[in-house]
């Protein structure tokens, strides 16, 4: 067995990891031997001395994410078969199988115990993001990997960490793994979306509005539509399958706002009562004249750290009041927070006190989250990130 540098954690700050927890603060940390660097493989191992779990060290509040709690060499058939398992899960799950849609999440980090590694799928791209050192430094391991279980699925892997890592004081590069591609064409529930994956945010696209995309689309006939931060148009392609008579889409992101064109373009026709605002959110809600019997609210995370999140509630709870404010009566409002570091009860209370700051009663018609392909492990509950709610507002 390979001997790996050995952290051991104080006294009572092991039950998180033994209840299977993935990550491990700084503060619990006792003393760290052999000199591990960032991305290194480590060991842990209670007070005591027994040994809990192995995981990447990185300095930081985060310092050790955990991949295995039995001991391991963390060659390649040990990774070779943790990514067959997430890969099979999908399998399982039809998203291989169904000939309507082509997009998907591949690995999604915690949730398949792979803490650190972001792979979306693209009708035969996969763009990899690491969020980790040690994730980042075997990049080139899992797309050989990927290639080898997935074969004649895979055209080009692609890396694409610059956005989500820094090494040494030095952003991660972009390039390809395997392969080469342009923009994805792909398709979802037989919609047809152009992906910038190199370009765009996150890994292209966000699929995991896929489900709450699709259910948009039972709301919308005859409707008039905001699609706020739109991006490139995802919510707004369902809303014109949906037969709304008006969509407006609004992003900050020029490049986004053309991209959405296309989309638009490709799915309903250039004759679709569908107009484009590259504008502020907020700057758009509050100069905006029209009554929109539907509006959604998809912003960027306004927290990626627990000390932003004073400020973030305080950022849903004034643009969702903003779009109560100017809803038709009734209206429909799908509105939400991607924000890991806020957590549901939170996000609902925010979006309650705009509610009653306007002074209209609304009922909660769904509680939304994120799809099956995106999966929350059950021993780390930080995995349920996207927080959604429809409200009918009268």
């Known amino acids: ?87 099979n899960y999908r399998k399982q799950l039809g998203f291989f199988d169904n000939p309507g849609t082509n997009i998907f999440r591949l690995i999604h980090g915690e949730g398949d115990r792979l803490p650190g590694l972001i792979a979306d799928y693209y009708n035969g791209v996969v763009v990899l993001q690491a969020h980790s050192v040690g994730m980042y430094r075997m990049r080139s391991l899992f797309s050989k990997i990927i290639t080898d279980i997935l074969n004649l699925r895979v055209i080009a892997i692609y890396d694409k960490s610059s956005s989500t890592l820094n090494i040494a004081g030095k952003e991660a590069g972009n390039n390809f793994l395997y392969g080469k591609a342009d923009n994805a064409i792909v398709k979802e529930y037989g919609n047809q979306f152009e992906i910038d994956f190199i370009g765009g945010q996150k890994t292209g696209f966000f699929i995991d509005q896929r489900e709450n995309r699709r259910l948009l689309q039972n709301y919308c006939s005859g409707k008039k539509v905001a699609n706020i931060f739109s991006y490139t148009g995802g919510f707004s392609v369902y809303a014109a399958r949906g037969n709304a008579t008006l969509i407006d889409s609004v992003d900050a992101s020029e490049n986004a706002i053309e991209i959405a064109r296309i989309n638009m373009n490709e799915n309903s026709g250039k004759n679709t009562s569908h107009r484009f605002y590259c504008d502020d959110a907020f700057d758009f809600l509050n100069n905006a004249t029209e009554k929109y019997d539907v509006i959604i609210l998809d912003p960027p995370a306004f927290a ?91």
Request: hydrophobic share 40%; glycine share 8%.
């Open 1 to 87: 067995m390979t001997t790996f540098p050995k952290v051991t954690l104080k006294s009572g700050r092991d039950r998180s990891v033994r209840r299977f927890h993935l990550w491990i603060f700084s503060g619990a940390i006792k003393k760290i031997e052999g000199g591990p660097e960032d991305g290194d493989t480590v060991e842990v191992f209670s007070n005591s001395g027994e040994y809990l779990a192995t995981g990447h060290f990185q300095n930081g509040s985060i310092m050790i994410r955990i991949f295995s709690f039995e001991q391991t060499d963390a060659g390649e058939a040990f990774w070779h078969s943790k990514l067959n398992t997430a890969i």
């Open 304 to 394: 990626k750290h627990q000390n932003a999140t004073k400020n973030a509630l305080k950022a849903y709870r004034r643009i969702n009041e903003m779009a109560i404010r100017m809803m038709a009566s009734p209206g429909i409002l799908f509105t939400f927070s991607c924000s890991q570091v806020i957590s549901r009860d939170d996000f609902r209370i925010a979006v309650f006190a705009a509610a009653a700051t306007t002074g209209r009663q609304v009922r909660i018609l769904h509680q939304l989250t994120q799809p099956p392909d995106h999966p929350i492990n059950i021993y780390h509950p930080e995995g349920e990130y996207l927080k959604g709610l429809v409200l009918y507002v009268e």
